[in-house]
């Protein structure tokens, strides 16, 4: 689950060398990523799950980073017929099954009531964490080889990696600005052109002539607001610089480990809990993958196998819950933009949208690593 931006090697000119010791790299990696693909295709598929032959996870994205590509071009009569992924409803890690997971550990009384009593990234992320510990004996262990190590969130980073993540953002924004003040002068530009074409018609027709005028005045407003809109983001660029957003990662971090701290109290410690290797560590890893992976800005969390994959973009829409052929509750993926079915070509990106409209830039860059298109960050004071 990574954002439709590139990484800032790519986006800066700095990749690796296709040749040598990197090309090897990039040959090994591709390996692995078919491995993985495969083992959690066959296990999702094994128990009730669906994915399209001709969808696969993938380097070679649109965006840089790690997605689900088509790997032939997908028709829109394929898109009619069905969905590209669907994930049962029992294959979704969320505080249900959580609750159901603990509940056999600990049993009924009070330790099971405190661990009901936490958020649901606290609880989804004690279960990924126990289920990480478990390895090779997992039941998701498919569905974990598939998480990268590292997540993406900028709070699990300090030092010279957090200011680096920082300057990523802050570059991201920069690119904004200049791509939003270069809107701004064609609007101005044609906001002149409208103006001068307006005292010619008003001349000669009094109705044209208003027509025409309105028309300039919008244009003038558009150049007005993109401007507004790249000025906005130079300051924000300005401000992520200036240490705002490093210290929010940093209080972030302070949040979750108090929130690690939480599970181990709830769980109570014990010796059993001890044998078990649960630890801070563990459970701050798993929060940063539950946090990121979770669509929206509310407080629901949960994991959602191969389709927590897809890359973002705000045209596309989230998975869907829907009754199957089979009368199964499933999780339906497949590409639509702009609320319309989207055929594939070979080689694009199948989407989905994090929902994360309703976030500020801040909130979105801790909970995903990245900025989305079109969060235009406030300027940090």
């Not at 959580?98 to 992320?125: I, N, S, T, W």
């Not at 407003?221 to 906005?232: D, K, W, Y």
Request: with cysteine; charged share 20%.
């Amino acid at each position: 689950m990574q954002p439709t931006r590139r990484p800032l090697h790519a986006a800066l000119g700095t990749a690796p060398s296709a040749s040598g010791p990197a090309a090897a790299a990039e040959r090994a990696a591709a390996t692995a990523e078919a491995r993985q693909d495969a083992a959690l295709r066959s296990w999702l598929t094994s128990n009730g799950g669906f994915v399209h032959p001709a969808i696969s996870l993938s380097a070679a994205t649109q965006c840089g980073s790690r997605g689900l590509v088509a790997s032939k071009a997908i028709s829109l009569e394929a898109l009619e017929a069905g969905s590209l992924v669907s994930v049962p409803r029992a294959l979704h890690l969320d505080d249900r099954a959580a609750r159901a997971v603990v509940a056999q550990l600990l049993g009924p009384g009070p330790r099971l009531d405190a661990f009901e009593a936490l958020a649901q990234v606290q609880q989804v992320a004690c279960v990924l964490a126990l289920e990480r510990l478990r390895g090779a004996d997992s039941f998701w262990r498919p569905y974990l080889d598939s998480l990268p190590p590292q997540p993406p969130n900028p709070w699990l980073l300090a030092g010279g990696d957090l200011a680096a993540a920082v300057e990523q953002a802050a570059h991201f924004a920069d690119l904004d600005a200049t791509e939003v003040q270069a809107l701004a002068e064609a609007d101005e530009g044609a906001a002149s052109r409208l103006q001068a074409a307006a005292v010619d018609v008003e001349s000669s027709d009094e109705d044209d002539g208003g027509r025409a005028d309105r028309a300039a005045t919008e244009a003038t407003e558009a150049a007005a607001a993109s401007a507004a809109s790249a000025r906005s983001s130079a300051a924000a660029a300005a401000g992520m610089r200036g240490g705002g957003w490093a210290a929010a990662a940093v209080a972030a971090a302070a949040k979750y480990g108090d929130a690690a701290e939480e599970v181990l109290d709830a769980l109570g410690r014990t010796a059993a809990v001890r044998q078990m290797g649960l630890d801070r560590e563990g459970l701050m890893w798993a929060m940063g993958h539950v946090a990121s992976r979770s669509l929206g800005s509310g407080d629901s969390a949960g994991l959602l196998p191969y389709v927590d994959l897809a890359n973002h973009d705000e045209m596309s829409r989230p998975p869907m819950l829907i009754l199957d052929d089979r009368d199964q509750l499933v999780y339906s993926l497949t590409s639509i933009r702009d609320g319309e079915l989207a055929p594939l070509a070979a080689g694009q990106e199948l989407f989905i949208s994090y929902q994360a409209e309703d976030m500020s830039a801040l909130q979105a860059w801790l909970k995903f690593g990245f900025v989305p298109k079109g969060l235009v960050p406030a300027p940090v004071r």
